[in-house]
């Protein structure tokens, strides 16, 4: 009995090291691809207003800061950057919209089905709530069903969006998010740009409300 408990134990051993590994790996792998990424200078997209058709709106669309946001609702720098986000235009109601783009990436299993509840609220005009339950709610991504998702974000018709989410064919907005980040050369989650500034990182607050304030002057969101 003793050597088979031993090498019970032995393997039980080897299979959490190697969970450990891999867990490990993707965080290195994903933290290559945001943030231990060398930032780059900012770049001026000239054609950045014809993008804006590719994503969500959310807020006014004549709003002086136009932001675009590549992101994945499974991403945790895009979480952590979210509530930035959110508080920058509860300051800025009037002035600051954001264009949502989504850009899920391979390494997450509920981003793209993530992505389908976002778009599936969106026909029911709950895009802007849902977004903001997705990633506040995103350490329950799994857990939570996503008819709990939809009733928290106030979804009106449910049984309408419980058949969206069952649909199996591509979301047309994920592969035009995809095919822009791929145009734009976004190399990770969340690639922000603002007035037409494609971003090296993601700005921290204090970062961003300093932007928005530059261009409410009349200026340029970026030293060029």
Known sequence: MKPNLNALLTTMLVACALLTTGIVVQQRYFSRSIASTPPQKPEYLRDWKAELAHGVLVGPPQAPVQLIEFADFECPYCGSFHKTLKDVRERYPAQVALTYVHFPLPMHRFAVPAARVADCASEQRRFDAMYDELFEGQDQLGLKSWDDYAS?????????????????????????????????????????IINGWKLGRPPTEAELDMMVRRVLAGKSPVDQ
Do not use: H, N, S
């Open 152 to 192: 928290a974000a106030g979804v009106p018709d449910i049984a309408a969006f419980d058949a969206c989410i069952k649909k199996t064919e591509p979301i047309p907005r994920v592969e035009e998010g995809k095919a822009l980040g791929a145009k734009l050369d976004v190399q990770g989650t969340p690639t922000i």
